[in-house]
């Protein structure tokens, strides 16, 4: 869920392939980008990904048509923006296919995002072969109505800021640990669910990442019983990198 910090993960492998079972595709090359994490920049390769054709891009989300949008790409401070344009110019989105997810560089900006996902109602869905990762599973949770397909992959892992602490590092009540378990009651779980799915999270090192299946996945979005509560700012959260880590990870 959260990312993770440049040193560690400048040591890792960062491939991750997926695939978007759409009716037109076209083969994305290896591309580059720079991202900006907490003390210091970080060079990040991005896997190739099978995407549809797109007729808008909007940072890391792509236009399919006027109802469906993809995710491919790590969010950052200026996602929550780019998604308010997007649905301005394109209105009717109602689902969000999360193909390529590997976290965000803003945590607080990508709990923002969430919430602008659920106000808007729109739908979250992970193709087969579809890899959500780290702050990408906010994102996925923030579904009006959340789709797994069979094949899709997720991952998840313990937080950790810019001085080194981790989530076990606070008080489980603290506001760095509160802010996180107010979000998941807000999509939709109950507040042991929440609790739990967290505790699950937190359980697997910054530095190292849980993964789940279709299956495990789906056996957390049976605990999201609970009714949604109003979203609420949030204005202190640290930026964290995200995660990319090798398939050696597994």
Not at 36 to 55: C, D, N, Q, Y
Not at 117 to 138: D, F, K, L, N, Q
Not at 177 to 202: K, V
Request: charged letters at 20%; a negative charge; proline letters at 6%.
């Amino acid at each position: 869920m959260r990312s993770i910090v440049a040193l560690i993960l400048a040591c890792l492998a960062l491939f991750a392939p997926s695939a978007y079972a759409g009716e037109v595709v076209y083969e994305v090359t290896i591309t580059e980008e720079w991202v900006e994490a907490p003390a210091s920049g970080r060079f990040v390769v991005a896997p190739p990904a099978a995407l549809p054709a797109t007729i808008a891009t909007y940072g890391p989300f792509r236009v399919v048509d006027g109802h469906r949008a993809v995710l491919a790409g790590a969010t950052d401070s200026r996602s929550p923006a780019l998604f308010a344009a997007m649905l301005r110019d394109y209105p009717g989105i109602a689902v969000l296919d999360m193909v390529e997810c590997p976290g965000t560089s803003d945590d607080w900006a990508n709990l923002k995002l969430g919430r602008m996902i659920r106000a808007a109602g729109i739908a979250t869905h992970v193709p087969a072969g579809g890899s959500v990762r780290s702050g990408g599973v906010e994102l996925f949770l923030a579904g009006a109505q959340r789709q797994v397909d069979d094949g899709a992959e997720f991952a998840v892992h313990s937080w950790m800021d810019i001085y080194g602490r981790q989530a076990k590092d606070f008080a489980p009540d603290a506001p760095q640990n509160r802010a996180y378990t107010d979000y998941y009651r807000e999509m939709g779980m109950t507040p042991e669910g929440a609790r739990d799915f967290y505790e699950m999270t937190n359980s697997t090192p910054f530095a190292q990442a849980h993964w789940m299946d279709a299956d495990e996945m789906r056996g957390w979005l049976a605990r999201s019983e609970a009714a949604i509560a109003p979203a609420r700012q949030q204005s202190d959260m640290p930026k964290l990198a995200y995660l990319d880590l090798a398939a050696a990870s597994y």
